[in-house]
């Protein structure tokens, strides 16, 4: 045979192969979006697009013609789906399943009809339906987690964006459950039912000036701080470059060496503290706003149902037990710190007060600052460690032996997931978002056991 005809010889079974495809391609679609009894517009497009991917887009209008005639031939597909089992290589069987995955997601949950259609064609290609059903939960797992990622990207830019307005707002749906807890603790106990405004408008006023006289007293004292840091500071690095001397004479030639000062100097004391006063600042200057948005949740709310009362009673028990073990660590640190003579005791008890509401490191910021400043103060070595001493075995006895006694399962959170949370809403709110990422997380625990879709993102938050 000649060159000329071997080449039109395989034209013509290459032409063959591609008329069969073109077939199966056309019969497969056609049963899969007639398996639920009717053609929709968003599937014309779909396979539409796919012909027009595969450069077979001649096939669109014989697939309305086909429609038309109500439907394909059945024994036609089977032939057709013999032959592609026999001739297609694997890759090429899988990625058809793959489309006729993604045929059924483009409008939506698969249905039970059109999931039957799809392992019946699979298992007739020589597809495997576990196989086959892994190709489907790819696609609609992949498009889940996409479109998650998406969402959660363009509500924390939202949340980012906004943060000078839902920050307060927040903060305010948190008291506002605190308030509603107090009055109806006071209602039941008095019986003033009639007069239910008095009890909310008495505990909004209580709370709000103690939170306001707090925050105050924690600037005002962080202010002084602010002032007469540099002082303590430089005493600090000389009694250490002493202490690295004295080290040296005696032969401890490893101490000098070892460039304390220099760490010394790294620690991030003073941002620490200038961040923790520039944000009860900046709160002070939102608490106007905290206000209006308190008193409209409380005396516009007349009752928690559903889940605003799950959200009510697990924030607001969290947040009160939080509350009153916060109290009694500060009130540690006030009397120690008062006892041992160490300077500005009420910021420091202020300070170990609004630092435990944050999980896990709250408790350790606040115990370095005033640690330090003893040694500063303090001539006694001694006296130093037994400050140091008192200081962290009062956090480690109230958060460690204490706390968890009195939360029990209030929270109902992973650690790991709070933590996780810590570092989230800390990087979008900054500090204000570390004070309120236990609550949130908690908050989200909640609203997501409410949701099929968010059925699995509440089983990673919640504790076991």
């Not at 650690?415 to 809403?425: E, M, R």
Request: contains cysteine.
């Amino acid at each position: 045979m000649s060159e000329e005809g071997q080449a039109g010889g395989a034209a013509a079974e290459a032409t063959n192969a591609s008329s069969w495809q073109d077939d199966f391609f056309l019969y497969a679609f056609l049963s899969l979006i007639q398996a639920d009894r009717k053609v929709e517009r968003r599937e014309l497009v779909w396979i539409k697009r796919f012909f027009q991917r595969q450069r077979r887009a001649e096939l669109y209008p014989r697939l309305l013609e086909a429609i038309e005639a109500d439907g394909y031939d059945p024994a036609a597909l089977d032939a057709l789906l013999s032959k592609a089992a026999e001739r297609l290589p694997t890759a090429e069987k899988r990625r058809f399943i793959y489309n006729l995955a993604q045929l059924c997601e483009s409008k939506g949950e698969m249905g039970d009809e059109e999931y039957a259609s799809v392992l019946d064609l699979a298992q007739r290609l020589g597809v495997e339906e576990t196989e086959a059903d892994a190709i489907i939960t790819s696609v609609y797992n992949v498009n889940n987690t996409f479109l998650a990622i998406i969402g959660v990207l363009a509500m924390g830019f939202i949340l980012f964006v906004t943060r000078s307005v839902i920050v307060p707002f927040v903060i305010a749906l948190f008291l506002a459950m605190i308030i509603n807890k107090v009055e109806g603790l006071v209602t039941r106990a008095l019986h003033w039912h009639r007069f239910r405004w008095i009890n909310q408008l008495a505990a909004m006023v209580l709370i709000m000036t103690a939170l306001f006289g707090l925050l105050l007293a924690g600037f005002v004292s962080g202010k002084d701080i602010a002032t007469r840091f540099p002082f303590y500071q430089d005493k600090l690095v000389a009694g250490v470059n002493e202490v690295q001397r004295a080290a040296a004479a005696r032969g401890i030639d490893w101490l000098e060496g070892a460039g304390l000062t220099e760490q010394l100097s790294q620690l991030p004391i003073a941002s620490t503290v200038g961040g923790f006063v520039s944000s009860l600042l900046s709160f002070l200057g939102n608490f106007f706003l905290v206000m209006v948005f308190t008193g409209f949740m409380v005396f516009s709310i007349t009752r928690f149902d559903g889940v605003l009362q799950e959200m009510n009673e697990k924030i607001s028990a969290y947040i009160s037990i939080k509350t009153m073990v916060s109290a009694l660590t500060g009130t540690g640190v006030y009397l120690i710190c008062l006892a041992f003579g160490v300077d500005f005791a009420l910021f420091w008890a202020i300070f170990a007060f609004l630092l435990n509401f944050i999980p896990s490191v709250g408790s350790i910021i606040a115990t370095i600052p005033p640690i330090l400043l003893a040694a500063v103060q303090l001539a006694s070595p001694g006296t130093v460690v037994v400050f140091g001493a008192l200081m962290i075995g009062l956090q480690m006895g109230i958060g460690n032996v204490l706390e968890p006694r009195l939360m029990g399962s209030k929270l109902a959170v992973k650690p790991l997931a709070i933590l996780l949370g810590l570092i989230f809403w800390g990087f979008l709110w900054g500090i204000p978002g570390m004070f309120l990422a236990a609550p949130l997380m908690a908050l989200m625990r909640v609203l997501t056991s409410y949701f099929n879709f968010s059925r699995s993102v509440e089983q990673l938050l919640a504790a076991d």
